[in-house]
């Protein structure tokens, strides 16, 4: 069912209810409005970075220093560590970056197509945002830790709170790309 039609049957269910359940449906009506607008706004904004990449490949070099200019190396990261993502946000004609720090529970895909998923605590609630590899709105990703896990998608994190959601650092791991890092600065 999508946003809209969610939006129509919540509006339609609203007349049969009593009072407080009337308050109810509307907030639930007001958070799929809220849903189904960034929705729009996800697919306006897919949609314009497809454009930006069809105008490089058509050989526009405006277009192709855009998209280059945008796009910055990835270090090496995995499930478990913490991460910060850079991403740039566009408001009408402004662009500002916000960050997003939070555990990397899993990476998917493959080459072109890979996306990770990262998981934060916000305000006492659990807050999942996934992320494309290649998405010329990631400006950076910065590995705040390094973390010691035995899986590669750490979903049960979601089940755990406070002390127990902590996640073991791998200082090993973290020398080894200290040490990589020194060696190609080095070069």
Sequence with gaps: MGAKAAVRLCKRKKRNLGKRDRAMASKIGNDLIEIAEQAFANVAREAQMASDAAAAAQGDEKAQEIV????????????GDTITVHYRIREGQKERIQQFRGVVIQIRGHRDNKMFTVRKISGGVGVERIFPMNSPYVAKVEVNKYGKVRRARIYYLRK????????????????????????????
């Design 68 to 79: 280059e200019d945008e796009k910055a190396p990835m270090p090496e990261f995995g499930s």
């Design 160 to 187: 755990l709170t406070g002390k127990r959601a902590n996640i073991k650092e791998d200082f090993m791991r973290k020398a080894r790309m200290v040490a990589q890092q020194h060696e190609e600065a080095a070069k």
